[in-house]
């Protein structure tokens, strides 16, 4: 009896364990529908220091769902489907009054790259057809009066499935493209106005297939760039164009990048007065396994990869530490949060990136945090009612939530008929952190104002108010590069923790009810963070305040 009765217990107390892992909670975050049609679907976005969004489609697969200004049609005899086209295939998308402005784009910005210039410009760069060695720049303005400028033909070569980085001296370095096993900078400079070889890419290159476009390209800590493409990486100096170090392949050796798209970032940078002993990790998640490409191409849609890799790349002898997803994903976007975590959202559990190659969308973000330990960084979050497939995007937005939209998996806008219409809603993913049960820890800063400049290595004040009493060792201040979004990659994201908890110390004051004032030290140079317009937060107890924009020069 008393066996009998221990053993009940036992089962109890197992079932007891079990439950919080097998009943799938809601999981925390919100989501809302802030707009039903922007119009195109959103291939590309950058978030500007405007609260402004750019985004934009491919220009030639006939018309999108909202009209150029003042009755305007495009006439590009170079257009492959429609050369004379009353709709627009850019957009910018005001946060504050969430409304839609329609832009001009004349060439095709199909599957293209970009990054935000240290003025705060959007360069994009490539594309397809009369588009594929252009650059648009974009200025930012409030007054509705901005939009493309394009200049023809200055990229040396073809650029389409390329990735753009920004380089410490404020130039763009376009790695990559279909077919193109190069890299060029932009703007030109006098003696680095020509494409130089990469053979890295030809190796990387699967002849049929070619999995290694949209490489996912970092900028390290000690100035190299490191580039991950297919299955492995290099560490690359550019000034030299020299390998100084190949990484090892991810485990299991399946290809990342495209079409195989899983997504990648370099997870946020702490301890910055470390000089050479900063050290730099990068995570790269999901994918599709080798030959899933050519196998949906016949209609056998293979599971996506559930593996991230982590590696610490500024280690001497870096390996691979391999870790499980709750849920397989491929077309996934990875996006740094302000607090460090890393938000895993959009894209399909079968399949591949490609016109109509992906199938079971995830509708599932999961949420990943560095710090934890091993077994407890996945946090599955709630769901979303749209699939988000192929030419889906996420950005974070200054407010700490996170804008989700595109989805067009088919060639042409259908919306019947087809297994994935295409999507032009706008999403709004809050994270938990946004739940009004966190309003008491979440800080409000003070000053600076926002779009102040900042300098390197420089002290900079901080003031901010938390309604509470406050754990100091539990305040960080963070600074996020806002990010080109395309095809399930963030170029040029980049979170640099400035202080963080123990270091805070005494550099935090007490200014009365409420107010604090803490001292931090800004980043030291322009590799650590390349100048342009970053959101600087102030997060408590994983809780962010409203981001302020500042300038680094
Ligand atoms: C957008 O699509 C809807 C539904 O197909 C259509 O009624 C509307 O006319 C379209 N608008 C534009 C500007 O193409
Ligand atoms: C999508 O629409 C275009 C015309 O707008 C059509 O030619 C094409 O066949 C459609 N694609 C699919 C997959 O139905
Ligand atoms: C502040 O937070 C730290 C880290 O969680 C904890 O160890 C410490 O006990 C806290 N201090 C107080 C006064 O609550």
Sequence with gaps: MAATLSSLLSHFLILLHLLPLTIAAPGGGKWDLVHSNIGVSAMHMQLLNTDRVVIFDLTDFGPSNISLPNNQCRNNPRDLTLKIDCTTHS????????????????????????????????????????????????????????????????????????????????????????????????????????????????????????????????????????????????????????????????????????????????????????????????????????????????????????????????????????????????????????????????????????????RNPVQTPVIYRPNNPGQSRFEIQGSSSRPRMYHSTAILLRDGRVLISGSNPNAYYNFTGVLFPTDLTMEIFSPEYLDRRSAHLRPSIISPASHSQIGYGKQLSVTFTIKGRINRSLLMVTMVAPPFTTHSFSMNQRLLVLANGNEIGSNMVSLGRSNYRVRVVTPGSSILAPPGYYLLFVVYQEVPSQGIWVQIK
């Excluded at 980085?165 to 106005?193: C, M, N, S, W």
């Design 91 to 358: 957009v910018e998308y005001g946060v504050a009054s969430n409304s839609i402005r329609p832009l001009n784009v004349f060439t095709n910005v199909w599957c293209s790259s970009g990054a935000a210039m240290a003025d705060g410009s959007l360069v994009q760069t490539g594309g397809f057809n009369d588009g594929d060695q252009n650059a648009r720049v974009y200025k930012p303005c409030t007054d509705n009066s901005c939009d493309w400028q394009e200049f023809n033909r200055v990229l040396t070569q073809k650029r389409w499935y390329a990735t753009n980085h920004i380089l410490p001296d404020g130039r763009q370095i376009i790695i990559g493209g279909r077919g193109q096993f190069t890299y060029e900078f932009y703007p030109k400079r006098v003696g680095a106005d020509r494409s130089y070889n990469l053979p890295f890419l030809s190796q990387t290159n699967d002849p049929r297939i070619e999995n290694n476009l949209y490489p996912f390209v970092f900028l390290n800590v000690d100035g190299n760039l490191f580039i991950f493409a297919n299955n492995r990486a290099i560490l690359f100096d550019y000034i030299n164009g020299v390998v100084v170090r190949n990484y090892p392949t991810i485990p299991g050796g399946d290809p990342r990048s495209y079409p195989s798209s899983g997504s990648a970032v370099l997870l946020p940078l702490r301890n910055l007065q470390g000089g050479k002993n900063i050290v730099a990790e990068v995570l790269v998640c999901g994918g599709a396994p080798r030959g899933s490409f050519t196998r949906a191409t016949t209609g056998n849609f293979v599971g996506a990869l559930n593996t991230c890799g982590r590696i610490r790349i500024t280690d001497p002898n870096p390996q691979w530490a391999m870790e499980t997803m709750p849920l397989a994903r491929v077309m996934g976007d990875m996006v740094l949060l302000p607090n460090g975590n890393v938000l895993i959202i959009n894209g399909a559990s079968t399949g591949t990136a490609g016109w109509d190659l992906g």
